[in-house]
T-cell receptor, first 111, second 116 residues
């Protein structure tokens, strides 16, 4: 079983749609959680950190459920520019910095 | 915001040769890492580049194959040695400790390596 699992998709949605991505992690010692975005042939870019209290940044909302070891990302009012691969990322410890990446979920927003 | 650069951005190499990839940050950072992203796959950590000491390698990666240097807090190199086509991949450096964010990593633009 992979340490971080995501539905690879692709998710094909129309502009303006709301889409949700889910991610599960297996190591209960995981301490930090992130969503990164990766465009084709580009490096991953940090989208947002994920906190237990949930956090929102504009159209993006991230949730963490430590008891279920589950992370989610909600994108409202999808834009064409949201088309990318979204990577769920978990860190075991802030000190060692080791990031474990999910395989990514591909989103394609269509006009 | 800080700039992370990598050189070369891409290269095509012959089997059996070695390539050294450079990663430069325009401000001092606490941690630097090297990742590999094979075609169609997600990122896998190769090693943590430790300033002034030997790198810490992840399972499946060894120093003879991927020697790493980190002479100071802004620069690191990764060498891919005795290359084979299976080494064709994107190699990315990342840094931690930018702008005081101790638990967040930012990535360089990557080096796209093709081994013939």
């Amino acid at each position: 079983r992979k340490e971080v699992e995501q539905d690879p998709g692709p998710f094909n949605v129309p502009e303006g749609a709301t889409v949700a991505f889910n991610c599960t992690y297996s190591n209960s010692a995981s301490q930090s959680f992130f969503w990164y975005r990766q465009d084709c042939r580009k490096e991953p870019k940090l989208l947002m950190s994920v906190y237990s209290s949930g956090n929102e940044d504009g159209r993006f909302t991230a949730q963490l459920n430590r008891a279920s070891q589950y992370i989610s990302l909600l994108i409202r009012d999808s834009k064409l520019s949201d088309s990318a691969t979204y990577l769920c990322v978990v860190s075991r410890s802030g000190n060692t910095g080791k990031l474990i990446f999910g395989q990514g979920t591909t989103l394609q927003v269509k006009p | 915001s800080a700039v992370i650069s990598q050189k070369p951005s891409r290269d095509i190499c012959q089997r059996g040769t070695s390539l050294t990839i450079q990663c430069q940050v325009d401000s001092q950072v606490t941690m630097m890492f090297w990742y590999r992203q094979q075609p169609g796959q997600s990122l896998t950590l190769i090693a943590t580049a430790n300033q002034g000491s030997e790198a810490t390698y992840e399972s499946g990666f060894v120093i003879d194959k991927f020697p790493i240097s980190r002479p100071n807090l802004t620069f690191s190199t990764l060498t891919v040695s005795n290359m084979s086509p299976e080494d064709s991949s994107i190699y990315l450096c990342s840094v931690e400790g930018l702008a005081g964010r101790v638990d967040t990593q930012y990535f360089g633009p990557g080096t796209r390596l093709t081994v013939l």
